[in-house]
């Protein structure tokens, strides 16, 4: 017998072996599917480090099963990979997934036809294992050889992108690696988006609809999907690369913290997310989000349906129109989008009309005209069957064929405009919101013959209204510190929120006079799934205290969906304002350590002093701002966490800005008050210096500001070499040397070599010595590898109370 005809022999003794290996250790649950085994009802198999399992599962309320990978240790079902996405089996206990002796893994339905299949093939029979690895990854390899890959579900991801997993073009079978959603939360067939890369040489991961990119990579910076700042630096994720040879091109990364789980999931909503799992809280964070909302994602509706991000549910259809797919608008996939319920009569001579339809932001792709008005416009649509919409804004905008990305903007949003959309005259139901400019000439006469009896009637409640109520003191008290204003109240205040002071994540700020002419400044809150939260806690944190270097809130007001926040108002700005931007005003020495010493005092009041303790968790210059005696006040609570003083609790979710976030915040470790003095230690650094932190870091680290102080006082150096240029020199030596020393050591590395802010107060006051410090440790790591310094120096901006932009 000749060694070919020996080889199946031998494999097939292997295998037999492999065999009873499994069966032995089947019960504490195998990685591994050996070559005619199969998997069926409730069977699974783990990766050897018992991070995944594989195995049948049922998506939401579906009674249909999948074969899908999710996380084991974890006590709610993710699932971040999908066998039969589009063939579900409605039999659990007699579908299978098995091995067969050729390599190719197959589903199994009760009739034992194939659902699904790898399409791999083995050189030689009973020659295959499949098995699970602790990436997440499902591979078919060689029984003897692990470095023969046969298939790989790297190569074909469903909706997540796992750390190893690849993103790209395989040239050898002409596919793409790329990731698309869950139809909705109980069908994991693909739907209309996919995140995918750009095949033109540019390297950018794109976001699609069917025919329509909505995000790329390369809009954040121009530059390649490496360096983009935001996904550099969260934390979670490195070696964010691009590989390219022969065989493939594609994206891939690997987890900056092995024991912590990070994956992108490309979700229902066609948004790029990125989730990090807190141990502490058992719950997945959303760390980052593309784009940032629903509305924003193209064709997220579908075809003539409007999105409006303050409603919920955010799609609905406009009058005349009704869902295409009701079923499946019920299940949270709109892409089916709205359909008019009586088709148009262009062609057959009939009469069609426009509904009007306010507040919106126009759809992008519109076809330019040369109409002068808008009834020419109207005129130049109407004429064309083909014309679905129309808009005038300075100008003729007709849209063709379906309308996409309809969006509906808030009343006092002034980039919204009225937009004209085609429909059945029979179905205009002239419900008094959305009218068309006929029904509107129509209604004048009436409206002002009704105007005439109104005034009357309003100008006596205005009366009784002025009679009872002559002064702001007069606005109903929430409670000892608050007042409730009224939404129009505060609209007039500040004359339609036309003069804005500041703009942030959660909201914008504007200033405002109230009738005894008070200045104030306004917080108006947008993205009611995030500003409502920080509006809560706003309220809750910054209405039970009051302090000298606390901001003082005058009231709030909530009215339908408005949240607002209604602030003293300070006419010298931040401390980010006055200290890096070139204004006539440089900051003196003296009044830069009075500021220091007065954010230490609010810091040491809010930890300290208050009923229950306060965490500030996003000390930067921007929340600091300046009486107008450059006196500081802390600002910008919404990020504050009351815990017990036994510090019994833990902060789990990231919070503040990136560049004065302590390291504990990464590592995944309890988060107490000296959270805060790191940050006020990297706040300290920038008033000395006059300068971000982030704009002294370059390819060398010695001159990296907090790593200069630190070396400079290390070796017993002059620090009025670290002093800010403007100063020329003019400072006190003793305050400057201490407010280095307390610097230094407020961003030690551990927490408990850390002072409290009690300690830092009594250490700048000269109350207590300050001791030299030692290098922090973070600092000593960063110097052998700058790049890693860029993640702690991220900045952004926060809206401010003030009156500088």
Wanted: with cysteine; glycine share 8%; net charge neutral.
């Amino acid at each position: 017998m000749d060694i070919k005809s020996k080889k199946p022999l031998f494999y097939q003794c292997l295998v037999l072996l492999l065999h009873l290996s499994f069966k032995i250790r089947s019960s504490e649950g195998s990685d591994t599917i050996f070559s005619g085994q199969s998997l069926s009802g409730n069977q699974t198999i783990t990766s050897a480090g018992g991070d995944f399992k594989l195995g049948f599962f049922t998506p939401g309320k579906s009674r249909n099963y999948h074969v899908g990978i999710w996380y084991a240790k974890l006590p709610d079902q993710t699932v971040v990979w999908v066998a039969n996405r589009q063939q579900p089996v409605s039999n659990l206990t007699s579908s299978a997934l098995k091995l067969l002796e050729n390599g190719n893994l197959v589903l199994l339905n009760q009739s034992k036809a194939i659902m699904w299949s790898t399409g791999s093939k083995s050189v030689a029979p009973n020659s295959t294992v499949t098995m699970l690895l602790d990436s997440g990854n499902l591979v078919i390899r060689d029984a003897l050889d692990s470095s023969k890959i046969l298939w790989q579900s790297f190569d074909y991801p469903t909706d997540h992108w796992l750390p190893g997993g690849k993103l790209g073009y395989n040239n050898l079978t002409k596919e793409k690696q790329k990731i698309s959603p869950w139809r909705s939360s109980q069908n994991p067939a693909p739907a209309l988006f996919s995140l995918e890369v750009e095949q033109d040489g540019t390297s950018h991961l794109l976001l699609w609809n069917e025919s329509e990119r909505y995000w790329t990579s390369g809009e954040w910076t121009g530059k390649v999907f490496t360096e983009v700042p935001e996904l550099q630096l969260n934390y979670y994720v490195r070696n964010m690369t691009y590989i390219s040879n022969e065989n493939e091109s594609y994206y891939t990364y690997s987890a900056a913290i092995p024991s912590a789980y990070t994956r992108f999931l490309l979700d229902v909503t066609g948004q790029l997310k990125q989730f990090v799992w807190q141990k502490s809280s058992n719950r997945w964070d959303l760390f980052w989000t593309r784009p940032p909302q629903e509305c924003e994602v193209y064709a997220f509706c579908g075809p003539f349906s409007i999105c409006n991000q303050d409603k919920a549910p955010l799609c609905f259809c406009p009058e005349g129109f009704e869902t295409e797919a009701p079923g499946d608008w019920e299940m949270g996939d709109h892409t089916g989008g709205c359909t008019r319920r009586t088709p148009l009569q262009c062609d057959n001579g009939g009469t069609d009309t426009f509904l009007v339809i306010p507040n919106m932001r126009f759809p992008s792709n519109p076809e330019s005209s040369t109409a002068k008005t808008i009834e020419e416009c109207e005129k130049e649509c109407s004429t064309n069957c083909s014309c679905n919409a129309f808009a005038y804004d300075s100008g003729c905008s007709i849209w063709k064929g379906d309308v996409f990305n309809l969006q509906q903007l808030p009343s006092d949003d002034k980039a919204g405009r009225e937009f004209h959309i085609r429909i059945s005259a029979s179905d205009l139901r002239g419900n008094g919101v959305k009218e068309t400019r006929g029904k509107v000439k129509g209604k004048i006469a009436w409206i002002v013959v009704a105007a005439v009896a109104g005034f009357l009637t309003l100008f006596a409640f205005v009366l009784v209204l002025l009679w009872r109520k002559q002064s702001t003191s007069d606005f109903e008290p929430v409670d000892d510190n608050f007042l409730l204003f009224k939404y129009q109240e505060l609209r007039t205040a500040t004359k339609n929120f036309s003069e804005k002071l500041g703009e942030g994540g959660f909201g914008t700020v504007y200033k405002g006079t109230l009738p005894n002419s008070t200045a104030i400044a306004v917080k108006k809150l947008k993205n009611l799934k995030q500003g409502e939260k920080q509006f809560r806690a706003e309220v809750k944190t910054v209405g039970s205290i009051q302090h000298i270097n606390l901001v003082r809130v005058r009231g709030i007001c909530v009215e339908g969906s408005q949240r607002l926040l209604v602030y003293d108002y300070m006419p010298n700005g931040s401390l980010e304002t006055t200290l890096f931007r070139k204004t006539a005003k440089v900051l003196d020495w003296n009044e830069r350590y009075h500021i220091a010493v007065g954010t230490a005092r609010g810091l040491a009041y809010l930890h300290e002093k208050c009923r229950e303790c306060i965490i500030h968790c996003d000390i930067k210059p921007e929340n600091i701002l300046l009486d107008p005696d450059y006196k500081p006040k802390l600002a910008d609570f919404g990020l504050a966490k009351l815990i017990g003083r036994d510090f019994s609790r833990v902060l789990t979710t990231m919070r503040g800005t990136r560049g004065y976030l302590a390291p504990e915040w990464i590592s995944g470790e309890a988060i107490t008050t000296k959270a805060d003095v790191f940050s006020y230690g990297m706040l300290l650094f920038e008033v000395i210096s006059g300068r971000r932190n982030s704009e002294q870091l370059d390819d060398e680290m010695d001159i990296y500001f907090p790593f200069r102080v630190a070396n400079i006082i290390d070796k017993g150096e002059d620090v009025v070499q670290l002093l800010d240029d403007r100063l020329d020199g003019n400072t006190n030596i003793e305050e400057l040397n201490k407010a280095c020393r307390v610097a230094c050591w407020c961003i030690q590395e551990n927490e408990k070599d850390r002072p409290s802010m009690g300690q830092v107060v009594q250490l700048l006051e000269g109350l207590s010595e300050v001791g030299a410090p030692p290098i922090p440790r973070f600092l000593l790591g960063l110097s052998e590898n700058p790049d890693e310094a860029i993640r702690f120096q991220e900045t952004s901006s926060s809206s401010t109370l003030t009156g500088s932009n």
